[in-house]
């Protein structure tokens, strides 16, 4: 019962972290939390094309700013989030036609575990130089204030 609490109190945080992402034009094609076997963690994975355009560096230090800045809720800590690339998570596609878990590497996925999964479509670079860019000086005043 305590599994079910903890996974519903991650879940509306996932759905919150989603959200906001949303609403800052730059969510992910698909979404799903992943159970790390190896170091028995949870973590909020996105798969978005912008890892293959932008790359993951950019992607994180940018969450981090954003998360940092207050736009996006504290909850998943980025620490927490995987970004991946739609041609490189092999499994996503088990996990999303089946009713089963499925393991991708050392990770568990399970059908009731994913939030969305869309087609990959092309990337509004656009969108995420924006959200860069806000995330870049929201976190500059959150600097300069303290």
């Known amino acids: ?8 109190a991650r879940w509306r945080a996932g759905r919150a972290f989603l959200d906001a992402l949303e609403s800052q ?3 992910p094609c698909s979404a799903l939390w992943l159970f790390d076997r190896d ?3 949870w973590g909020l994975a996105l798969v978005t094309p912008l890892v293959d355009t932008v790359g993951a560096t950019e992607i994180y230090t940018t ?6 800045a207050g736009l996006l809720p504290e909850a998943p800590s980025i620490w927490d989030v995987s970004v991946h690339s739609p041609v490189v998570l092999d499994g996503l596609d088990l996990v999303t036609d089946g009713e089963r878990d499925v393991e991708i ?15 990959v479509s092309a990337v509004d670079e656009s969108a995420w ?13 959150v600097v300069s204030s303290a």
């Open 129 to 141: 130089r924006t959200f860069r860019r806000r995330a870049e000086a929201a976190a500059e005043e």
């Open 1 to 8: 019962m305590a599994e079910d609490r903890m996974m519903a």
């Open 105 to 119: 590497g050392s990770r568990l996925a399970r059908p009731s575990w994913i939030y969305f999964s869309r087609a």
């Open 39 to 41: 170091g028995e963690r």
């Open 63 to 68: 969450l981090f700013a954003a998360q940092d």
């Open 25 to 27: 034009g730059v969510a």
